[in-house]
């Protein structure tokens, strides 16, 4: 037989519990509702920054990127580069023409890997490529930020209403 105190406590047990779930539920549906939009957002941030940059020789990149591409004039590409990723940032912030914006986003990211192939040397301490130089760490983490960008186009509504699933992606479009 259970005491008063014994029902006290698995009564405040229980309610604890409630207030957790209720707040998980809560906290779940606002990141459901805003994390993809500030995804967009921040990385349109970055690229308007990170474009900014180089347009203005500023750059702790830009002779990496002369290097990786020394077939171009450094003196075009690097700034060309740079109004690229401020225009693929200007579309992400206005949420505008996302498949464009996320098409060059993928090919500038996945140009970055050059360096691996180009630049070994810079990219890895003694040929091994476990282990990184500061120039490849930044390269490697470009990861994180193309597939924050495949994140972001998950989300886009399929391009044939008639033809459109739905994978859980929420009523409002990214891609107007």
Do not use: C
């Not at 037989?1 to 957790?20: F, H, P, Q, S, Y």
């Not at 779930?21 to 990170?50: C, H, K, M, N, Y």
């Not at 760490?137 to 998950?154: I, P, Q």
């Amino acid at each position: 037989m259970a005491t008063n105190t014994e029902r006290t406590n698995t009564d405040r047990l229980g309610r604890v519990k409630g207030t957790i779930e209720t707040t998980d539920v809560r906290v779940l549906s606002i990141l459901r509702r805003v994390s993809v939009p500030a995804l967009r957002i921040s990385l349109g941030l970055v690229f308007v920054w990170f474009g900014a940059l180089k347009i203005f020789d500023v750059s702790p990149v830009s002779a990496l990127v002369a290097r990786t591409v020394y077939w171009f004039d450094p003196d075009l590409v690097v700034p060309a580069l740079g109004a690229l990723e401020i225009v693929v940032g200007l579309l992400l912030l206005a949420n505008r023409f996302l498949r464009l914006a996320l098409a060059l986003f993928a090919a500038q990211m996945i140009g970055t890997f050059l360096v691996f192939v180009v630049l070994p040397g810079v990219a890895f301490r003694d040929g091994n490529p476990l282990l990184l130089t500061v120039e490849g760490e930044f390269v490697a983490k470009n990861l994180v930020l193309l597939t924050a960008g495949m994140v972001v186009g998950s989300r886009l509504p399929a391009l044939a209403s008639s033809k459109r699933e739905d994978h859980g992606a929420p009523d409002h479009t990214l891609d107007r």
